[in-house]
């Protein structure tokens, strides 16, 4: 019996310990300011000390916070917290300072790193692969995010080994192949990120503000992260998340438990999840939501977005199927085929536009009826929101017991919005996607009008652009990224969302088709005299010469002038012969 009283301990110890180990939350953060190759960054050893503080707000159960790491010890750092995360449920990993990618891989940068040549990235940094393979131990949740998409001097002075070596402008898309495995970046793919003005950077103030949130899952914190750097960044930097996780809430923090209070509905988990999957966008995750929730009301407004997107898939189909058509079309044409071919073709081409046409038709209705089905929701639920607190106040006017009763936000309804600041809402976002360069405050004129009228070329939309609306907003706010294309002046090309010059090697020059060419020396260029210079020139070769000539002498006298006879010449007497009448004068000599 004693034998048995001391296993069972044992076993309720072991069970205990094996609990607590289950839910261990880990955090590695790492911040890198003190390069030594290149100019200090200001705020990443800061970004750091703010970001591990949060975490032991959060109650983590262990954090290690390392500065200023050189590579040996950034691999010891990692190698460390790979061992400890194997009896842990949530790994997250934080790193703030320079990043690069080469060849699609990235990699973070020591703060002893030279990088004076492409080849030396892989010696001289940390692959992101080993901070991947770090967290891969954790049982319910890994997560990176990386603080390192600032514009990076090591690219500018590196030498290129291999010319056609690719090191680009921020980090590289990443798509984790462990389950449960999210990567988030400041700033999406090819493109980098700002320190700001302050001590801490967009992306780690906003990290600090949201992902702390009792009960918050990480997707829509994320979410909220992204939202907060675009404004504070004047939607200049736009933050990414790479990876996915399954369809149930993952909380950074786990909710609060409530003592008291009215119990949340059990629609409260639908709306979250169809929310979630609205966000989301794709086909995969609306059935996701669909196979958890078949029936009710949000169920039928996912099929409504899964007829929405079936429609714009088979428009997409058909816009191809039209494309490919008309190059069959050409290529006969081009070939002279027989005119039967040529008409084959033509009438396959034509048949292809009309079901192009008819699929956009019937993904514009599949979009208005899922759009009308997104007001009815708002309305009913703003309804739900109204009756909720109405019977809060009837509740609390018949009991002296205070009750604080939140209403969900999501059931809150919006705030209506005045026509100026739907103006400049509609603006910001034009500008976010890259259809408008300036703003115009407030003032829907004859420029922003233009830009949307971008928008619906590169976006395949019809909106009314003679007004902002509120359907004009919500369709641009549903384009991730750039719509228009940044178009640049002579001698500059397209990097990101900006312009850059285009620098030639020396020798060579930029063409009309902002090529690089080598530059033609140039050939003398023979040019027509001008018309003064020519008449001189005439009027000195028909000037009569000092020479005496025979032919062309004059012999003039007191009688006049007349020709010098034939075998005559004309002369000067002798000026020594003073009494002679000639004396000083020209004669006529003839011989």
């Given at each position: ?84 995360a194997r009896d842990a449920e949530v790994a997250v990993i934080y790193y703030a300072g320079h990043g690069i990618e080469l060849d699609g891989t990235n990699y973070l940068i020591p703060t002893d790193a030279a990088l004076e040549t492409d080849s030396d990235v892989l010696d001289e940094t940390v692959a992101l692969d080993r901070a991947l393979f770090a967290v891969e131990p954790a ?453």
């Open positions: 019996m004693g034998a048995f009283r001391w296993f069972s301990l044992i076993v309720s110890i072991w069970l205990m310990c094996g609990s607590a180990h289950a839910e261990r939350r880990m955090a590695l953060v790492m911040g890198n300011s003190a390069y030594k190759s290149v100019p200090k960054l200001s705020n990443p050893a800061s970004d750091a000390a703010l970001v591990g503080g949060m975490f032991k707000k959060a109650g983590f159960d262990w954090i290690d916070i390392k500065t200023d790491l050189n590579a040996s010890e950034m691999r010891k750092a990692l190698r460390d917290f790979g061992q400890r049982k319910q949740l890994r997560l990176i995010i990386l603080d390192a998409c600032r514009d990076n001097p090591f690219a500018k002075t590196m030498k290129r080994t291999v010319a056609a070596r690719a090191i680009g402008r921020g980090l590289a898309k990443v798509e984790p192949a462990s389950p449960n495995t999210m990567i988030a970046f400041a700033a999406k793919a090819g493109s980098t990120a700002s320190d700001g003005d302050s001590k801490n950077s967009p992306f780690a103030a906003a990290l600090v503000e949201r992902l702390p949130t009792p009960g918050l899952d990480l997707r829509k914190a994320l979410g909220f992260v992204r939202d907060d750097v675009l404004k504070n960044t004047s939607y200049k930097q736009e933050p990414y998340v790479y990876g996915s996780l399954g369809g149930d809430d993952m909380p950074l923090v786990a909710a609060k438990p409530t003592a008291t209070g009215p119990q949340a509905s059990p629609e409260d988990a639908v709306r979250r999840n169809y929310e979630l999957a609205l966000q989301l966008g794709t086909r995969d995750g609306w059935t996701a939501f669909l196979s958890r929730y078949a029936d009710g009301f949000y169920a039928d407004l996912a099929k409504g977005q899964l007829n929405k997107i079936a429609a714009e898939e088979a428009r997409a189909a058909a816009v191809e199927k039209a494309r490919q058509a008309e190059d069959e079309k050409a290529r006969l044409a081009s070939d002279r085929a027989k005119k039967t071919e040529q008409d084959k073709a033509a009438a396959a081409a034509k048949a292809a536009e009309d079901a192009r046409l008819a699929a956009e038709k019937a993904k514009q209705v599949e979009e208005a009826k899922a759009a009308a089905a997104e007001q009815r929701r708002k309305e009913i639920e703003a309804a739900v929101a109204k009756a909720l607190a109405d019977k809060q106040a009837a509740e609390k006017s018949t009991t002296d017991q205070k009750i604080v009763a939140l209403p969900s936000p999501a059931l809150s309804p919006e705030p209506a919005q005045s026509p100026q600041q739907l103006t400049r809402a509609v603006q910001a976002e034009l500008r976010r996607v890259g259809c408008l360069a300036n703003a115009e405050e407030g003032d829907w004129g004859a420029k922003s009008q233009r830009s949307l009228t971008q928008f619906n070329k590169y976006a395949g939309t019809k909106l009314n652009t003679t007004l902002a609306s509120t359907d004009a907003l919500d369709a641009i706010k549903a384009k991730s990224g750039r719509v228009c294309p940044l178009v640049c002046d002579h001698g500059f090309r397209a990097d990101g969302d900006a312009c850059v010059k285009i620098a030639c090697r020396a020798g060579y020059r930029v063409n009309d088709d902002n090529e690089c060419e080598k530059a033609q020396d140039k050939k003398p260029v023979v040019t027509r005299e001008e018309p003064r210079k020519r008449e001189e020139r005439r009027q000195v070769g028909t000037a009569p010469s000092n020479k005496p000539q025979a032919s062309s002498q004059l012999f003039c006298n007191s009688a006049g002038c007349r020709p010098v006879g034939k075998g005559c010449r004309v002369e000067a007497a002798p000026v020594s012969d003073q009494t002679s009448p000639m004396a000083g004068r020209t004669r006529e000599v003839c011989n």
